[in-house]
């Protein structure tokens, strides 16, 4: 959910020291951490509802846990990361939809790499209450990047205006 917050400012950070930027932007943070708190909520429910209709820590119940997840709430998160920041940002539908054919496969293809594993290591050995704490704890290298790709177009626009 808020881990979000670090992970924008690391970015941020990263971005300051490589010259594109001089100052942190508060309003991107902010933008940031009201997408997370959003997707944080819907992963909580999310994972209630995953444990109602597949109890159990067996070895077939998490495969299919890690398979659904990854098929149904991995892009249902995307899809509400771009559109709360499209929304914060004041963005027209147009532009929205551009972005997202844009970088929503980068973030999907990460979430393949890094979530699957963890995933298995989430369903299979930690209770209902500590899922998304976990998630939250992998998610600040997942949000650092997550960050540098929705940002990646305004540092670029920020660094050719340099030149």
């Known amino acids: ?8 400012v690391l970015e941020q950070h990263y971005e300051i ?16 951490a009201v997408s997370g708190m959003s997707i944080g909520i819907v992963c909580h429910y999310w994972y209630k509802y995953l444990d109602a209709k597949l109890p159990g820590r067996g070895i ?7 398979v659904i997840d990854q098929l149904v709430c991995s892009p249902l ?5 771009f559109l709360t920041l499209g929304i914060l940002e004041n963005n027209s539908w147009s532009e929205l939809k551009e972005e997202v054919l844009k970088k929503a ?6 979430e393949w790499v890094i979530w699957p594993p ?9 209770p209902t209450r500590y899922r ?5 704890t992998i998610s600040l290298g997942y949000d650092v990047y997550t960050s540098q790709v929705k940002h ?12």
């Open 17 to 32: 020291l490589k010259g594109e930027w001089n100052k942190w932007s508060f309003y991107r943070t902010r933008n940031m």
């Open 118 to 126: 963890a995933q298995l290591f989430n369903f299979y050995f930690l």
């Open 105 to 110: 496969h980068r973030l999907y293809i990460a």
């Open 1 to 8: 959910m808020l881990i979000i917050i670090p992970g924008d």
């Open 152 to 163: 990646d177009n305004v540092t670029a626009n920020a660094r050719s205006m340099k030149l």
């Open 60 to 66: 077939n119940i998490v495969l299919k846990k890690v």
């Open 77 to 81: 998160c995307i899809t509400m990361f």
């Open 132 to 136: 998304v704490l976990y998630d939250n």
